[in-house]
Nanobody
Framework: QVQLEESGGGLVQPGGSLRLSCAATGNIFNIRDMGWYRQAPGNQRELVARVPAGGVTRYKESVKGRFTISRHNAENTVVLEMNSLKSEDTAVYYC???????????????WGPGTQVTVSS
C-alpha cells in the first residue's frame, strides 16, 4: 500500500504564508502526477496545483502568482508554498499522488488525510 502524509497546515493572517509538505511512502515503483487539492465547507474538492513526472504544471487560476508547487522525486515529496494568502484560501488541503506500485501495474490514485488551512485575522 501507499501512504501520503501531509504537514504544514495551520492558522495564518491574510497576506501571510504557509508551506505544505507531503511525503509518499510504501510500495512505490514510480509516481506519475503529484499535487494538491482543497475542499472548503459546502464545496466540492478542487485542484490547487498538480505537477506531472514530466510535463507542464497546472495551477488553479486564482492561485497563480501566489502559490508554487515543487516536486522532489528522489524523496517522493511534493511541497506547496502559499504566499499572499486570502480568506478564500481557507480549506482542507489534500495531497494527491498517482502511483504505480509495481512493474506493469496500473497507476492508482492515493490521497492524504488532509490538513486544515485557515486564513483569518
Amino acid at each position: 500500500q501507499v501512504q501520503l502524509e501531509e504537514s504544514g497546515g495551520g492558522l495564518v493572517q491574510p497576506g501571510g504564508s504557509l508551506r505544505l509538505s507531503c511525503a509518499a511512502t510504501g510500495n512505490i515503483f514510480n509516481i506519475r502526477d503529484m499535487g494538491w487539492y482543497r475542499q472548503a465547507p459546502g464545496n466540492q474538492r478542487e485542484l490547487v496545483a498538480r505537477v506531472p513526472a514530466g510535463g507542464v504544471t497546472r495551477y488553479k487560476e486564482s492561485v497563480k502568482g501566489r502559490f508554487t508547487i515543487s516536486r522532489h522525486n528522489a524523496e517522493n515529496t511534493v511541497v506547496l508554498e502559499m504566499n499572499s494568502l486570502k480568506s478564500e484560501d481557507t480549506a482542507v488541503y489534500y495531497c494527491y499522488a498517482q502511483v504505480v506500485e509495481g512493474f506493469g501495474s496500473p497507476a492508482g490514485d492515493f490521497w492524504g488525510p488532509g490538513t486544515q488551512v485557515t486564513v483569518s485575522s
